[in-house]
């Protein structure tokens, strides 16, 4: 395992002892989201990103050395990430780029890359024998955490979810299938958000919210890791993630930044945050030049509900993800996003939810404003499936076509 070092605050740069606080920084507030820190010399002589070719294990949990959970630890049995990277000749000439690969995280078992993260929090309860672990989301953390939690054997976890009463009745049916007690909040996520973090400190539930958890980043840190490693440690120039909370964009980077701090990568890949237009505090901040503590909570309001946040929670780190790795913030329109669905879907084969499809229209954009190049190579990370959202997919293709039981019907139809 990793033996944590500190956890340091993203805004003022102060360390904390390891198990010194439990959420973000208590000098800072909520915006100071910490960063777990190990000691990386000592990795560096530990390990060897060699010694993977012959570790089977197929999820990721094949980088247990590089998280932070005890060997006796038994995490949760639901197999969470080692997701497919492809490779498509296609999606790479529609976008006009030497090489383009899509990471489809909608293979996780509840269907989003959040299963990464509620893997390692609820591993993390188990190991500090808490029982009742709560979240706030949109939608996918919960179910990633209720599914997650559903699967433990060696404890019983008991799941709280807030969620806004507006999220899409399939992923509040999801939670439910899943056993979690599930809160419709009459309100805004960012309420559900507030909500669910003081009632879990009154009760003294472990809160998986989004952010302030300093631990989700290090379960979706991992999607880095595995793209590093099927490209056979060659990086590409730039990765296209679509962003609500920022918390995804800043685990990502996480992830190439601790490779890179083991010598394993030589570079870390542009970052590109792709935003909805109608929830992108992100990117007027990076375009006004903001630092997190100045960003103010601004209307969101869009169809991809996966990617709506007011008040991006992990907006210090996302932020310096983009700067440090000098990747860009832009922002799609809903209709873009719809349209994503199908053109993403015909390219690769591939089936994203909105939020997810976003990172096609997102690289469009991209590829116009010249931040990325015709001969560079580029990943699209694909976060959630199409089935999460299915009303919104039937919006974005036209009817099939009516026909009687026969033959010479079918034939007219096909105009055979
Ligand atoms: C949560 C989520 C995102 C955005 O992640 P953030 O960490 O909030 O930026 C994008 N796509 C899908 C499918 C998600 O579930
Ligand atoms: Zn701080």
Redesign the pocket.
């Known amino acids: 395992m990793a033996t944590i070092q500190e956890l340091r605050c993203s805004i003022c740069l102060r360390s904390y002892a390891p198990e010194s606080v439990q959420y973000a920084c208590p000098h800072c507030g909520l915006v100071g989201t910490l960063d777990v820190l190990y000691d990386y010399d000592a990795l560096k002589t530990q390990l060897d990103r060699d010694s993977l070719r012959i570790n089977r294990e197929p999820s990721m949990w094949r980088y247990r050395d590089l998280l932070p959970i005890s060997p006796e630890t038994v995490v949760p049995p639901l197999q969470v990430g080692y997701t497919p990277l492809l490779d498509s000749r296609r999606l790479a000439e529609n976008l006009g780029v030497r090489r383009a690969w899509v990471k489809d995280d909608g293979q996780n078992p509840t269907a989003?890359?959040?299963d990464r993260a509620s893997a390692m929090v609820v591993s993390r309860a188990i190991e500090k024998g808490i029982s009742v672990v709560s979240a706030a989301s949109?939608?996918?953390?919960a179910a990633a955490l209720s599914g997650v939690g559903a699967s433990v054997e060696t404890a019983k976890i008991d799941i709280i979810i807030f969620v806004p009463a507006t999220a899409p009745e399939a992923k509040i049916a999801q939670l439910r299938v899943y056993g979690a007690k599930v809160l419709l909040v009459e309100g805004t996520y960012d309420q559900a958000f507030d909500l669910c973090f003081e009632m879990s400190q009154q009760q003294g539930w472990y809160c998986r919210n989004?952010g302030i958890n300093p631990f989700t980043i290090e379960g979706k840190k991992t999607v880095a890791y595995e793209i590093a490693e099927q490209m056979e440690w060659h990086v590409p120039e730039a990765l296209i993630v679509?962003?609500?909370?920022?918390?995804?964009?800043?685990?990502v980077h996480k992830g190439f930044w601790d490779l890179y701090q083991l010598g394993w990568i030589k570079r870390i890949p542009r970052l590109i945050g792709v935003q909805a237009e109608g929830s992108s505090a992100l990117v007027k901040a990076w375009e006004q030049n903001l630092n997190a503590v100045d960003m103010q909570p601004q209307p969101a309001d869009t169809i991809a509900d996966?990617?709506s946040?007011g008040v991006?929670r992990?907006r210090s780190k996302?932020l310096r993800a983009v700067r440090k790795t000098s990747g860009g913030f832009l922002a799609v329109s809903d209709a873009d996003i719809i349209a994503s669905i199908p053109k993403l879907a015909r390219l690769t084969g591939v089936f994203a939810?909105p939020?997810?499809a976003a990172v096609y229209a997102g690289a469009k954009r991209a590829v116009e404003l010249n931040w990325i190049h015709p001969d560079d190579e580029i990943v699209l990370l694909v976060?959630?499936s199409g089935l999460?959202d299915v009303k919104r997919a039937q919006e974005s293709v036209t009817g099939a076509i009516r026909v009687q039981p026969d033959l010479a019907s079918v034939r007219q139809a096909l105009n055979l």
């Open positions: 989003s890359l959040k949109t939608g996918n953390a989004t679509s962003v609500g909370d920022g918390n995804i964009l800043a685990g996966s990617i946040a991006p992990d996302a939810e939020a997810a976060t959630g999460k």
